[in-house]
């Protein structure tokens, strides 16, 4: 496992990319989870995993105050490069991108 980010003394935690896949680790309390390119139009419920998030929350950087995030909550270009923090009830695995169901995943709708 690559650790792209290390604990600080605040308490909180930056979360952990595993190499070689597409789960972000989490663990019990507070984490920075990291917003990449593959989580957008993505919802915050299809990624969770088996995560149980406590609370969630994404800074609003014009407001400069943190606000809370539903589970329906979809990720934007805009929110790339930067993260949200959640309360996590224990350790789970973040998906990255929707998960495949039976090593496939199923085709856009059409418009």
Not at 52 to 75: C, G, I, V
Not at 80 to 99: Q, R, W
């Amino acid at each position: 496992m690559e650790n792209i980010y290390q604990k600080m003394d605040s308490g909180f935690i930056l979360s952990e990319i595993k190499e070689n896949d597409d789960d972000i680790m989490i663990v019990k309390g507070w984490n920075f989870v990291p917003i990449m390119e593959d989580m957008v139009e993505s919802q915050l419920e299809d990624l969770k995993g088996d995560c149980r998030f406590e609370k969630s929350y994404l800074w609003n950087p014009s407001l400069q105050e943190w606000e809370s995030m539903r589970e329906d909550f979809t990720f934007l270009p805009q929110n790339i490069n930067t993260a949200f923090l959640v309360k996590s009830a224990g350790e789970c695995g973040f998906y990255t991108s929707p998960p495949e169901v039976n090593g496939m995943q199923p085709p856009n709708l059409p418009e």
